[in-house]
Every structure is written in C-alpha cells, then in structure tokens.
C-alpha cells in the first residue's frame, strides 16, 4: 500500500536513503521533518508500506512556476526501493502514484533527478516515459 510517511517511518526511510546516498556520510531523517513535510500541501513524502515493512519511497513536490499560469510543476527527488525487492513493481507503482497527485494538482510537467552513476535507474524511468535526452541537472549545496 502506498501511503504518506508518518514520522515513525524516520528509521525505515533513513535505511532507504543510505542505500541511495552510499558516499555520504551524513544521513538522517528526523520525525519531525517527516511531520513538517506533511504539513506542507506541495510536498508528499510517499512510502511502499508491505504488510507493515516500508519497501520504498520517493518525495513528490508541487512548485509554483511564473511561465506555467497556475499550473505546478513536479519535481520527484530520492525515489528508491530496497534492492531485494526491485523487480516486483513497487518502485512503478510508487512513480504512477506520485504521477496521479501530480495529475489531480494540474502540474504541467514532472522534473526528477538521477546521480549520473545509476544507469538501471535511468533506464527505470526511460520505461516509464521520462526523457533524459537534452537535459542536465545542475546544483549547488549550499553550506552554513
């Protein structure tokens, strides 16, 4: 079942997201950020929850953009299932389901990012219709 996060999927959403960030160092996921997300009505932090056990997840925001009218864009970031489990169709049903928001909220368009390195992910998201091709992502960190 595919639900938002509550804050005592912290833990579990921390252990997804150390399997996605292998290099940094510095990963935590606090209950209170996970309540403050669900506050927020253009963000949606999502889990595959089976039987009690968070399978995968993804963060799905709405932004406002100035060229679009009053349609959103979407941007989905950190999108990933535990590795024993790709293959079974969580991870698809978790970008439809974030598709369908998206959808219901106008958004003219869906962004998402992907390190460079994850190429079964890329082709993960080729299948599902998103297009790479003349795009690239740039960002900047920006530190205290």
Same mark, same amino acid.
Not at 74 to 83: C, D, G, L, N, S
């Given at each position: 079942?595919?639900?938002?996060?509550?804050?005592? #999927?912290?833990?579990?959403?921390?252990?997804?997201?150390?399997?996605?960030?292998?290099?940094?160092?510095? @990963?935590? &996921?606090?209950?209170?950020?996970?309540?403050?997300?669900?506050?927020?009505?253009?963000?949606?932090?999502?889990?595959?929850? &089976?039987?009690?056990?968070? +399978?995968? +997840?993804?963060?799905?925001?709405?932004?406002? #953009?100035?060229?679009?009218?009053?349609?959103?864009?979407?941007?989905?970031?950190?999108?990933?299932?535990?590795?024993?489990?790709?293959?079974?169709?969580?991870?698809?049903?978790?970008?439809?389901?974030?598709?369908? +928001?998206?959808?219901?909220?106008?958004?003219?368009?869906?962004?998402?990012?992907?390190?460079?390195?994850? @190429?079964?992910?890329?082709?993960?998201? +080729?299948?599902?219709?998103?297009?790479?091709?003349?795009?690239?992502?740039?960002?900047?960190?920006?530190?205290?």
């Amino acid at each position: 079942m595919i639900r938002e996060a509550l804050p005592q #999927d912290a833990a579990a959403i921390e252990a997804l997201y150390r399997i996605l960030l292998p290099d940094q160092q510095e @990963v935590h &996921v606090s209950p209170l950020r996970i309540s403050q997300i669900a506050g927020n009505p253009e963000s949606f932090l999502y889990v595959y929850d &089976v039987a009690g056990e968070i +399978t995968g +997840t993804l963060h799905l925001h709405l932004c406002m #953009d100035a060229l679009s009218g009053d349609r959103p864009i979407a941007v989905i970031e950190r999108v990933v299932t535990a590795p024993q489990l790709r293959g079974k169709g969580y991870g698809t049903e978790l970008m439809r389901y974030a598709e369908e +928001t998206a959808a219901s909220r106008g958004a003219l368009k869906i962004m998402l990012s992907s390190n460079a390195r994850r @190429v079964e992910a890329h082709h993960f998201y +080729t299948q599902l219709g998103y297009d790479g091709n003349g795009s690239r992502l740039f960002k900047k960190y920006m530190n205290e």
